[in-house]
């Protein structure tokens, strides 16, 4: 069993920063992909970034080169590193840790979410 829980949230103004987090609680060895997604009202949820157990990072179109995601093992955490922040960033943040990577990863058989947390860029 996965217990994520995320922090960090909050309304900044466009071009601002952000740095999100995810403590995560588990027995045993983590899952292969490590990640963010985000749902913002009236849209589908879409993944951000993702991180595998060897350390690769992949990120949505729209993040990239704004976006870093990142893990300290040792501390079973994942960050999200967002900066030149957009309006269209805003929406409630989840992190989520699945079997595999790639494609809807957070909806893979195995998947786990934490509660969210909101992003607000005016």
């Known amino acids: 069993h996965v217990q994520l829980v995320e922090s960090g949230g909050g309304s900044v103004q466009a071009g601002g920063s952000l740095t999100l987090s995810c403590a995560a609680s588990?027995?045993?060895?983590?899952?292969?992909?490590m990640g963010w997604l985000r749902q913002a009202p009236g849209q589908e949820r879409e993944g951000v970034a993702t991180?595998?157990?060897?350390?690769?990072?992949t990120y949505e179109d729209s993040v990239k080169g704004r976006f870093t995601v990142s893990k300290d093992s040792a501390k079973k955490t994942l960050y999200l590193q967002m900066n030149s922040l957009k309006p269209e960033d805003t929406a409630m943040y989840y992190c989520?840790?699945?079997?595999?990577?790639?494609?809807?990863?957070?909806?893979?058989?195995?998947?786990?979410w934490g509660q969210g947390t909101q992003v607000t860029v005016s």
């Open positions: 991180i595998d157990v060897d350390g690769t990072a």
């Open positions: 588990y027995s045993g060895y983590p899952k292969n992909c």
């Open positions: 989520a840790h699945a079997p595999g990577c790639g494609g809807r990863w957070w909806n893979r058989v195995g998947a786990y």
